[in-house]
């Protein structure tokens, strides 16, 4: 059993920008070799090197300088990746930004990813020390505030590696991160504690660009330099570095008048120390940033201020500082056990990766956290601005690590849905408001995110246990049910019929295995909610429906390998295809679309293809645990078909005419969709020759869960063989825009090899390894009420909790169900013999 983690080094820690920061409080990116990156700090994305007015171009950087040593002072990070240095001399010439980027640094450097840790080391055969810097914000399953709190920590060890006592000077640096509207509006003072500095401004408390941010060491005593030298051009880092590099650093408290000053602000902090050979210093340094006014409005009132969900905890940067410093040790092993459990594992290394990297997403600044505690995000993010907003339903469908990891947040995503974005109709809008608020209904309602709703509801009521929740939502879940059955399958046949827009941002046309199948789940789950309260004639009416849907998809969509599309526009209610085919002149005049949609249909449907998401409603009720009538081996077909069809191991000779640069040339990839027996139209679905990571995983955990494992795991390697550094950000699987949520489907894939499946309902464990390593298999598992770990040692079983209990009234293991009545707490395990 390996530690899970995954190394980087040369060429590989070019695109490497790993996220720091709390849940819905922004982050800062710790990079390939050890700098930091991409200041999201500001309520908003900021992922491009240049400042764009919304984010943050200054300096953030670590020197170390060893006394009596003429070449002996180092920006601690490893070589500036060549591939950088066209872009570096377009930049502000270090006076607007960086600066400090023609430091010496250290010859060597790796990267080890650990998520949430990521760890660089680094040498120099010209310096008689070598240093680890671990980047890392806390983690913690169901923890909102530890996983919230808007700060990234950098943790310094620094080893004598020489034959003789040394003494160095370590300082860390940074420009001002909280200038306001201009250079002059900064202050700076000394942290009442006096280890590092408060940066703030004064601008209106009501401003968006009001706010504060702090630098900080702990456990240490640092001199503090609490105002840079104010100069015009490059005078502050020059004078930064003649201090440092000469053992001359001086110390201010800041409290000199900045007023009028135009000269680059910032602060500095110092830590001394003498290493005998082969020994270490350990100084954690913390960045922290509390920016609490937000003036994005959407779909609500404009021009409204409203605040994050950290204002309500933290009152400044400095009071974040402060509890990470009074929390520290403990934040720190609590962070660690949940890394350990994730990936001290059986598991294959790529799993892990894909599963654990992809958590970064979590503390991206796609995700939004409000004062009242409601989480809202983007789809993803582009380089200055949210990507697709209002925690689009479809896309947020396939997201499986926040019902698991964090279920009371992911739960106010479902009360979104049923109490602010659905109409009396039961119209749900895909797009939610921020700040909370009712939202429009004046677009097509988005079929497989609504119906996906459905199935989140009976997933989110199992995994809390929540009856109450579920009464009160139910009413909702089951107006937004009825309302999709009137839409889209009047004659109640079982599958969708009339046009539904979907999550390629378009409307198919008559029955598809993809919508349907989550269709027929979502009846199924709504079948067993109405059981569980009692309603059992709707309970036996929906079930009924669910059957006719599924006998329909196998009699009539299934091809005998896999499931189609019947594109149908004649005998619905919705006539408009019909009517518009009826306006085209018969003359000879038409144009080339209308002779197009005169031959062809309407536009942008797949027909005979072979869809990669063609059974994901299946792949849903597996995930969640949800029984329904779809034909297993009718799905275990179709995941075959997909592999055989649209796994590619070169797409050199692919052509994708949409957005290629997800997966190109001799990358491997699963293709959305294909047409291995003919009939492609010649305007398909929009994206459809495109590859995209979460549609991947699904179908990867899809295949694991029904035995196709060889094939599901090859599709995982392939994924992150794409983003291996080089080429792309291991921490970014990015789609319509940067840290996209359909990518934490990944999750997905640590239930689908290990079985795990538990109900808060009904306290029921399933358990049922995919893979075992010499007759032994150890998981990470989490759960509403705590998280642990599971094992499986021969015949006996071990559910050990880190936090929480988990209270077992029963066990499935391999389908045999066993009796259990244990709850398995911290340091009292469940222990069962598998006999």
């Known amino acids: 059993m390996s530690n899970g983690a995954k190394v980087y080094s040369g060429d590989q820690l070019l695109q490497i920008s790993m996220p720091m920061g709390g849940i819905g409080a922004g982050c800062v990116c710790l990079n390939g070799y050890g700098g930091l990156q991409d200041f999201s700090i500001y309520n908003k994305p900021a992922t491009s090197a240049l400042a764009d007015g919304h984010g943050y171009s200054g300096a953030a950087f670590a020197l170390v300088h060893i006394k009596g040593k003429s070449d002996g002072t180092r920006l601690v990070e490893g070589p500036l990746p060549v591939e950088k240095l066209y872009n570096q001399g377009l930049q502000g010439q270090g006076y607007r930004g960086g600066g400090?980027?023609?430091?010496?640094?250290?010859?060597?450097?790796?990267?080890?990813?650990?998520?949430?840790?990521?760890?660089?080391?680094?040498?120099?055969?010209?310096?008689?020390?070598?240093?680890?810097?671990?980047?890392?914000?806390?983690?913690?399953?169901?923890?909102?505030?530890?996983?919230g709190v808007p700060a990234a920590i950098l943790t310094y060890v620094i080893e004598n590696t020489s034959s003789d006592?040394?003494?160095?000077?370590?300082?860390?640096?940074?420009?001002?991160?909280?200038?306001?509207?201009?250079?002059?509006?900064?202050?700076?003072?000394?942290?009442?504690?006096?280890?590092?500095?408060?940066?703030?401004?004064?601008?209106?408390?009501?401003?968006?660009?009001?706010?504060?941010?702090?630098?900080a060491v702990i456990a240490k005593s640092p001199a503090v330099k609490a105002m840079w030298f104010r100069g015009g051009w490059f005078d502050s880092i020059s004078a930064l570095w003649r201090e440092?590099?000469?053992?001359?650093?001086?110390?201010?408290?800041?409290?000199?008048?900045?007023?009028?000053?135009?000269?680059?602000?910032?602060?500095?902090?110092?830590?001394?120390?003498?290493?005998?050979?082969?020994?270490?210093?350990?100084?954690?340094?913390?960045?922290?940033?509390?920016?609490?006014?937000?003036?994005?409005?959407?779909?609500?009132?404009?021009?409204?201020?409203?605040?994050?969900?950290?204002?309500?905890?933290?009152?400044?940067?400095?009071?974040?500082?402060?509890?990470?410093?009074?929390?520290?040790?403990?934040?720190?092993?609590?962070?660690?056990?949940?890394a350990d459990a994730v990936h001290n594992t059986?598991?294959?290394?790529?799993?892990?990766?894909?599963?654990?990297?992809?958590?970064?997403?979590?503390?991206?600044?796609?995700?939004?956290?409000?004062?009242?505690?409601?989480?809202?995000?983007?789809?993803?993010?582009?380089t200055s601005s949210g990507c697709c907003h209002g925690s689009c339903t479809h896309v947020w469908n396939y997201a499986q690590a926040f019902p698991h990891l964090f279920p009371a947040l992911e739960r106010t995503l479902r009360e979104q849905e049923y109490r602010r974005s659905m109409d009396t109709r039961g119209h749900i809008n895909f797009r939610a408001a921020i700040p909370d608020a009712p939202t429009s209904h004046d677009y097509h309602a988005a079929s497989d995110g609504q119906l996906g709703g459905i199935m989140k509801v009976w997933r989110d009521w199992q995994i809390s246990g929540d009856n109450e929740w579920l009464a009160q939502l139910f009413p909702s879940a089951k107006l937004s049910l009825d309302y999709c059955i009137s839409i889209w399958d009047p004659e109640r046949k079982g599958a969708l019929f009339e046009p539904h827009h979907n999550t390629y941002d378009i409307e198919f046309w008559g029955p598809d295995g993809m919508c349907s199948s989550i269709y027929i789940g979502a009846l199924m789950a709504m079948a067993s909610m109405c059981?569980?309260?009692?309603?059992?004639?709707?309970?036996?009416?929906?079930?009924?429906?669910?059957?006719?849907?599924?006998?329909?998809?196998?009699?009539?969509?299934?091809?005998?390998?896999?499931?189609?599309?019947?594109?149908?526009?004649?005998?619905?209610?919705d006539q408009s295809f019909v009517e518009l085919l009826g306006k085209i002149p018969v003359d000879g005049s038409a144009d080339d679309v209308s002779l197009l949609l005169q031959s062809e249909g309407p536009k942008y449907q797949y027909g005979t293809g072979c869809i990669s998401d063609g059974v994901i409603g299946a792949w849903m009720a597996r995930t969640y645990g949800i029984e329904t009538p779809l034909s297993d081996e009718n799905v275990q077909s179709h995941l075959a078909s997909i592999f055989r069809y649209n796994f590619r191991e070169d797409l050199f000779d692919h052509a994708c005419l949409q957005r290629p640069g997800y997966a190109l040339g001799h990358e491997a990839g699963l293709l959305l969709c294909t047409w291995p027996k003919g009939g492609k139209p010649t305007l398909p679905f929009v994206y459809s020759d495109e590859v995209w990571t979460g549609i991947e995983y699904q179908v990867a955990s899809h295949c694991i869960q029904e035995g196709l494992v060889e094939e599901g795991l090859k599709i995982v390697e392939t994924v992150r063989s794409r983003f291996e550094g080089h080429v792309r950000n291991p921490f970014n699987e990015y789609e319509c825009g940067s840290y996209y949520a359909r990518a934490m489907a990944s999750y997905s894939l640590l239930q689908a090899l290990t079985g795990f499946r538990y109900?808060?309902?009904?306290?029921?464990?399933?358990?049922?390894?995919?893979?075992?390593?010499?007759?032994?298999?150890?998981?990470?598992?989490?759960?509403?009420?705590?998280?642990?770990?599971?094992?499986?040692?021969g015949p006996l079983l071990t559910v050990e909790m880190i936090e929480g209990v988990l209270e077992v009234k029963s066990l499935a293991w391999d389908g045999r169900l066993l009796a259990v009545l244990q709850s398995a707490k911290v340091g009292s395990p469940i222990i069962v013999e598998l006999t």
Request: with cysteine; aromatic share 12%.
């Open 100 to 147: 400090h980027e023609g430091l010496p640094r250290f010859q060597n450097c790796s990267f080890e990813s650990r998520y949430p840790f990521g760890k660089v080391s680094l040498d120099d055969p010209s310096m008689p020390i070598q240093v680890q810097l671990t980047g890392w914000s806390p983690f913690v399953p169901n923890d909102e505030k530890a996983s």
């Open 165 to 215: 006592l040394i003494e160095l000077e370590f300082s860390y640096h940074l420009a001002h991160p909280a200038i306001g509207e201009q250079n002059q509006n900064s202050r700076n003072r000394l942290l009442a504690d006096r280890k590092g500095i408060c940066f703030y401004n004064i601008e209106d408390p009501k401003a968006e660009k009001f706010g504060t941010a702090a630098l």
């Open 244 to 338: 440092v590099s000469t053992g001359t650093f001086r110390e201010n408290d800041g409290s000199r008048s900045s007023e009028g000053q135009d000269g680059r602000n910032g602060g500095s902090v110092m830590v001394t120390a003498t290493l005998k050979p082969g020994e270490k210093v350990t100084i954690p340094v913390v960045l922290s940033w509390h920016f609490a006014n937000i003036g994005l409005n959407i779909g609500g009132p404009k021009d409204l201020i409203w605040h994050p969900w950290f204002a309500t905890q933290w009152n400044d940067a400095e009071d974040v500082s402060n509890w990470v410093r009074d929390h520290y040790l403990t934040l720190m092993g609590r962070t660690k056990a949940f």
């Open 346 to 382: 059986t598991l294959p290394l790529e799993v892990i990766d894909a599963i654990a990297s992809n958590l970064a997403i979590l503390k991206s600044p796609t995700v939004l956290r409000q004062a009242n505690g409601n989480v809202w995000g983007w789809e993803g993010c582009f």
């Open 531 to 573: 059981s569980a309260l009692g309603h059992t004639d709707a309970a036996t009416s929906y079930a009924e429906l669910a059957e006719r849907g599924a006998k329909f998809l196998d009699q009539t969509l299934f091809n005998g390998e896999y499931y189609e599309h019947h594109v149908q526009w004649e005998g619905l209610k």
């Open 759 to 793: 109900s808060a309902v009904t306290k029921h464990l399933e358990f049922g390894p995919k893979l075992e390593v010499d007759g032994t298999f150890k998981t990470f598992f989490s759960a509403a009420s705590g998280y642990g770990t599971i094992s499986l040692e």
